[in-house]
């Protein structure tokens, strides 16, 4: 490895320009295609087509020159570009702004108790299987949260607080995207077939499948009610983040990980506390006292979209088809049982809270 | 790792307030999708 150990500051500078040109080049073709009509139709969203093209192009052209040209160090070169743990927290600071506090109130109680309730024990479910079939605590925690809270943010915001391995975060997000597309096809087509009103339906998607972007496109294929109510579910799921991410590195610096010489104190965990967390919460709390125009929404929403999809970009592009096999079917497992216990779980809730069967 | 783990949490931080800050003050407007 020599050649690859001696790449110069200029060649460095070159590769990154090329990484970074390929990494927004695939990100703004991913968004086109997700905006062709019929593809927008069956819901099928940028995210998924970021991570299939970065994926694509990773594991032939890229691949293809590892092969036949080692010496060149493309991988080693390009990754200085790939780098979706950066997009992803910046994105996450801009998602702040979508967290309004007081829109998720409108729903009165019924919102927050779902999302405490689903978010609470699908976490704990997974995590109980997670560990039975003998994953390691940290790959855990990531499963968890990513079927527990949102997806793709929550796996990475939980990644960072236990300091899990990179390949076991881009597993989980991977998973997350996948279990989103028949979810995403599936629940307004058993919701119309159920007969459900609005907004049952509305909080059963917002409650249930992972990802934002999904959560929305399911509920506008089954009504445009729907999406006011399901996204606000999703909305006050994705408040909880930030608790999470606090809990999660209390937990793991105070009990896991503990050293026998060291004293519990706040200084360990705010060593291990995500900081772009505190990003979120600030621009939540910017949104929640109304400091931004509905123009100035749009684009923080857009440019929360462009980060997201040049993070899935890179995932895909730093990622071998080859390492997955590694990892193996049990986290597939995790994620198919919580999926079906949130599916039956917000299916209650959602009627009980939504249905006007309790009265809240 | 964790260096870099640390480098990007703030990094990411900055940036992100950075273009709250400019979207807020008007700088950066128009952003298509």
């Keep these: 490895m020599p050649e690859i150990a001696q790449v110069s500051s200029r060649s460095r500078a070159v590769g990154f320009l090329v990484g970074m040109i390929l990494v927004v080049a695939l990100a703004i073709i991913a968004a086109w295609i997700s905006k062709i009509p019929e593809i927008k139709y069956w819901g099928l969203e940028y995210v998924l087509w970021a991570v299939v093209l970065g994926l694509l192009v990773r594991n032939t052209i890229i691949e293809l020159l590892i092969r036949k040209k080692p010496t060149l160090g493309v991988q080693e070169r390009l990754t200085t570009a790939f780098r979706p743990e950066l997009f992803i927290k910046t994105g996450l600071v801009l998602l702040g702004t979508s967290v309004n506090f007081y829109v998720i109130l409108r729903l009165g109680a019924k919102g927050i108790v779902q999302a405490l309730l689903v978010v609470i024990t699908v976490f704990l479910v997974a995590y109980y299987v997670a560990r039975r079939l003998g994953i390691d605590k940290k790959f855990a925690a990531v499963l968890s949260a990513g079927v527990s809270i949102c997806g793709v943010s929550a796996a990475i915001a939980a990644g960072e607080s236990v300091l899990a391995d990179r390949k076991q975060v881009v597993y989980a997000v991977t998973l997350v995207v996948a279990f989103a597309i028949p979810m995403l096809v599936a629940l307004p087509v058993v919701?119309?077939?159920?007969?459900?009103?609005?907004?049952?339906?509305?909080?059963?998607?917002?409650?249930?499948?992972?990802?934002?972007?999904?959560?929305?496109?399911?509920?506008?294929?089954?009504?445009?009610?729907?999406?006011?109510?399901?996204?606000?579910?999703?909305?006050?799921?994705?408040?909880?983040?930030?608790?999470?991410?606090?809990?999660?590195?209390?937990?793991?610096?105070?009990?896991?990980?503990?050293?026998?010489?060291?004293?519990?104190?706040?200084?360990?965990?705010?060593?291990?506390?995500?900081?772009?967390?505190?990003?979120?919460?600030?621009?939540?709390?910017?949104?929640?006292?109304?400091?931004?125009?509905?123009?100035?929404?749009?684009?923080?929403?857009?440019?929360?979209?462009?980060?997201?999809?040049?993070?899935?970009?890179?995932?895909?592009?730093?990622?071998?088809?080859?390492?997955?096999?590694?990892?193996?079917?049990?986290?597939?497992l995790v994620f198919l049982s919580a999926t079906i216990y949130n599916t039956i779980l917000t299916f209650t809730t959602a009627w009980l809270l939504f249905g006007g069967i309790l009265p809240m | 790792m964790r260096k870099i783990k640390l480098q990007d949490d703030w990094l990411a931080l900055v940036i992100g307030l950075l273009l709250i800050l400019l979207i807020f003050i008007g700088l950066l407007k128009g952003v298509p999708w």
Excluded: C, H
Excluded at chain 1, 213 to 222: E, R, S, T
Excluded at chain 1, 258 to 282: A, C, D, T
Excluded at chain 1, 308 to 324: K, M
């Design chain 1, 191 to 332: 919701a119309r077939a159920l007969g459900m009103p609005d907004t049952v339906a509305g909080a059963w998607i917002g409650g249930n499948i992972d990802t934002t972007p999904a959560v929305a496109a399911a509920a506008q294929i089954f009504s445009d009610q729907a999406v006011e109510v399901a996204t606000i579910v999703k909305i006050a799921q994705n408040a909880l983040i930030g608790v999470v991410a606090f809990l999660l590195a209390t937990y793991f610096a105070l009990v896991v990980e503990k050293k026998s010489s060291e004293k519990p104190s706040p200084k360990v965990i705010w060593n291990r506390f995500p900081k772009f967390i505190l990003g979120f919460m600030f621009a939540s709390v910017l949104a929640t006292i109304g400091v931004f125009t509905k123009d100035q929404l749009t684009v923080l929403g857009n440019l929360t979209k462009w980060l997201f999809a040049i993070t899935f970009v890179s995932i895909g592009l730093s990622t071998a088809i080859g390492d997955f096999g590694k990892i193996g079917r049990k986290p597939l």
